[in-house]
């Protein structure tokens, strides 16, 4: 159901007026420049904005310029030539991310399935500052919003996780901080009519209410991605010596972080990532407690004890195997819950394995009549 508006007036509403802050102005001044290069930021910064609640009726937060922004180094914007929404980082023309994220997005990595770092869409150079770099890269949304309805759902994600920080240790990059806040998805299926990159609870008219799909396995794949490679490490293949220094990341429980000590990076990742899983979900939920034991050995705090995140990935594996298909189909059990929301949670389960098993029914008896019909038309021509 839409937002509807209300009574307020335009004079009421100038009070909630939402003036740019000082990051904003950067970008309203680099409006026409992005603009040449193919790439519209939200009506909010063309340097002839006015404030489209000032003519409405509807409170000023529920308009599409309303929301404000707070970094002068990143923001969200429109590619001009089809309409798809981007986010724009401003980088130094020498700084080991944009180094990274070359690496990474070249055509021979670019495509590769278990690549799950967020693709360099474009990226051209400022024209008052050929030092400043715009990097490109798709619209994404933080992983968990919306939460996770079933086991399977945890069980793709971490899968993906795994698959993609193997594939970047493969490439000899250690990311060092792939943690909570710098994993997301791609949320298109998840959120057919789009979401306001700055209000994500709304469309992208700014006041109507999303309404994401309940189950992510009811939607196209839904794909995860690292993003953030301003403390990664890349190393060349020929490099004996693997290590870094430093405390840097969001993750400030890894046992061997040290200004003093060299540590090996990627089994720090595998650190992180165990201590995501196990904050995420394996300590809040029931049904997930089967991955304990992955967990454990991801988060042993002597690095040489560590599972490196090629194992990591097929301990995973085989533990996943031992599941029953039903199991993971499951929704999943929040030890938060009271009686009455595991009883209401477990009939959207049921009414949701119900429709499974009768699509299964249905296919397969299809299948067989198609069978059928071939054998008997092949021996018609015999005959």
Same mark, same amino acid.
């Given at each position: 159901m839409e937002q509807t508006?209300?009574?307020?007036?335009?004079k009421d509403n100038l009070a909630n007026a939402s003036p740019l802050t000082n990051e904003e102005l950067v970008w309203r001044s680099k409006y026409g420049m992005l603009e040449s290069h193919g790439y519209h930021l939200r009506q909010r910064y063309k340097p002839d904005w006015t404030p489209s609640w000032l003519k409405s009726k509807r409170p000023a937060p529920l308009h599409e310029d309303y929301p404000a922004h707070w970094n002068s180094e990143a923001i969200d914007a429109v590619r001009i030539k089809d309409g798809r929404r981007v986010f724009l980082k401003r980088v130094a023309d020498d700084s080991s991310e944009l180094r990274i994220h070359r690496f990474l997005s070249e055509d021979g990595r670019l495509n590769d399935p278990w690549n799950h770092t967020i693709p360099l869409l474009d990226e051209f150079a400022d024209d008052g500052d050929p030092t400043t770099i715009y990097m490109v890269m798709p619209l994404l949304r933080p992983y968990d919003l919306p939460e996770f309805f079933a086991v399977e759902e945890v069980v793709d994600f971490m899968r993906q996780v795994l698959e993609g920080i193997v594939f970047m240790h493969k490439s000899n990059v250690a990311h060092r901080d792939c943690s909570d806040l710098n994993i997301m998805m791609d949320a298109d299926g998840i959120? @057919? %009519?789009?979401?306001? @990159? %700055?209000s994500t609870a709304f469309d992208s008219t700014g006041y109507r209410l999303v309404h994401p799909k309940h189950r992510r396995d009811s939607v196209p794949p839904v794909r995860y991605y690292f993003i953030d490679f301003g403390i990664s490490s890349m190393?060349?293949?020929e490099d004996k010596e693997k290590k870094v220094l430093g405390l840097e990341g969001q993750d400030h429980d890894v046992p061997e972080l040290s200004l003093v000590e060299p540590y090996d990076p990627f089994?720090?990742?595998v650190y992180i990532l165990g201590h995501l899983f196990e904050a995420a979900f394996i300590d809040r939920y029931d049904n997930l407690a089967f991955l304990r034991s992955l967990v454990e050995d991801m988060m042993q705090s002597a690095p040489l004890l560590r599972s490196n995140a090629e194992r990591a990935l097929n301990d995973f594996n085989?533990?996943?195997?031992r599941q029953s298909p039903r199991s993971l189909r499951w929704r999943l059990k929040k030890k938060t819950y009271g009686q009455a929301e595991r009883f209401f949670a477990d009939v959207d389960s049921i009414s949701h394995e119900g429709v499974f098993l009768a699509r299964r029914a249905i296919t397969s008896s299809t299948s067989n009549v198609v069978r059928f019909l071939q054998k008997h038309l092949r021996l018609d021509r015999k005959g």
């Amino acid at each position: 159901m839409e937002q509807t508006a209300s009574s307020s007036s335009p004079k009421d509403n100038l009070a909630n007026a939402s003036p740019l802050t000082n990051e904003e102005l950067v970008w309203r001044s680099k409006y026409g420049m992005l603009e040449s290069h193919g790439y519209h930021l939200r009506q909010r910064y063309k340097p002839d904005w006015t404030p489209s609640w000032l003519k409405s009726k509807r409170p000023a937060p529920l308009h599409e310029d309303y929301p404000a922004h707070w970094n002068s180094e990143a923001i969200d914007a429109v590619r001009i030539k089809d309409g798809r929404r981007v986010f724009l980082k401003r980088v130094a023309d020498d700084s080991s991310e944009l180094r990274i994220h070359r690496f990474l997005s070249e055509d021979g990595r670019l495509n590769d399935p278990w690549n799950h770092t967020i693709p360099l869409l474009d990226e051209f150079a400022d024209d008052g500052d050929p030092t400043t770099i715009y990097m490109v890269m798709p619209l994404l949304r933080p992983y968990d919003l919306p939460e996770f309805f079933a086991v399977e759902e945890v069980v793709d994600f971490m899968r993906q996780v795994l698959e993609g920080i193997v594939f970047m240790h493969k490439s000899n990059v250690a990311h060092r901080d792939c943690s909570d806040l710098n994993i997301m998805m791609d949320a298109d299926g998840i959120f @057919p %009519r789009g979401f306001h @990159p %700055r209000s994500t609870a709304f469309d992208s008219t700014g006041y109507r209410l999303v309404h994401p799909k309940h189950r992510r396995d009811s939607v196209p794949p839904v794909r995860y991605y690292f993003i953030d490679f301003g403390i990664s490490s890349m190393f060349k293949p020929e490099d004996k010596e693997k290590k870094v220094l430093g405390l840097e990341g969001q993750d400030h429980d890894v046992p061997e972080l040290s200004l003093v000590e060299p540590y090996d990076p990627f089994l720090a990742d595998v650190y992180i990532l165990g201590h995501l899983f196990e904050a995420a979900f394996i300590d809040r939920y029931d049904n997930l407690a089967f991955l304990r034991s992955l967990v454990e050995d991801m988060m042993q705090s002597a690095p040489l004890l560590r599972s490196n995140a090629e194992r990591a990935l097929n301990d995973f594996n085989n533990l996943i195997s031992r599941q029953s298909p039903r199991s993971l189909r499951w929704r999943l059990k929040k030890k938060t819950y009271g009686q009455a929301e595991r009883f209401f949670a477990d009939v959207d389960s049921i009414s949701h394995e119900g429709v499974f098993l009768a699509r299964r029914a249905i296919t397969s008896s299809t299948s067989n009549v198609v069978r059928f019909l071939q054998k008997h038309l092949r021996l018609d021509r015999k005959g």
